[in-house]
């Protein structure tokens, strides 16, 4: 059984940054697209960026050119690198894993972590 385990949360002023780090405690990296999705209060969760086995990687639109995700096959680790924040970033952010990419950004993950919490102030 796979388990994920998000960290570097917090809350940040407008136009910090932050970055997210998300623990595999298997060697799942080279057989699975890693994503990350988030839920603001009130709102569903939906993805924000994905990774895929050949490194490829896929943002929504409001984030792109803002945050960069990245992963660390050897040591099981997952990033989001979150720079230029805005309000409407805050929400809770959880890390995924998915056998495809196309899956995954439907949202029906085959795994999922606890999340760890972004506020932004302005």
């Known amino acids: 059984q796979v388990q994920l385990k998000e960290s570097g949360g917090g809350s940040v002023q407008a136009g910090g940054s932050l970055r997210l780090s998300c623990e595999a405690s298997?060697?799942?990296?080279?057989?699975?697209?890693m994503g990350w999705f988030r839920q603001a209060p009130g709102k569903a969760r939906a993805g924000v960026a994905s990774i895929d086995t050949d490194e490829s990687t896929s943002y929504i639109v409001s984030v792109k050119g803002r945050f960069t995700i990245s992963k660390d096959n050897n040591k099981n680790i997952l990033y989001l690198q979150m720079n230029g924040l805005r309000v409407a970033d805050t929400a809770e952010y959880y890390c995924?894993?998915?056998?495809?990419?196309?899956?995954?950004?439907?949202?029906?993950?085959?795994?999922w972590g606890q999340g760890t919490p972004v506020t932004v102030s302005s």
């Open positions: 298997g060697d799942i990296f080279r057989n699975y697209c």
């Open positions: 995924a894993a998915d056998r495809t990419c196309r899956t995954l950004w439907t949202g029906k993950v085959e795994y």
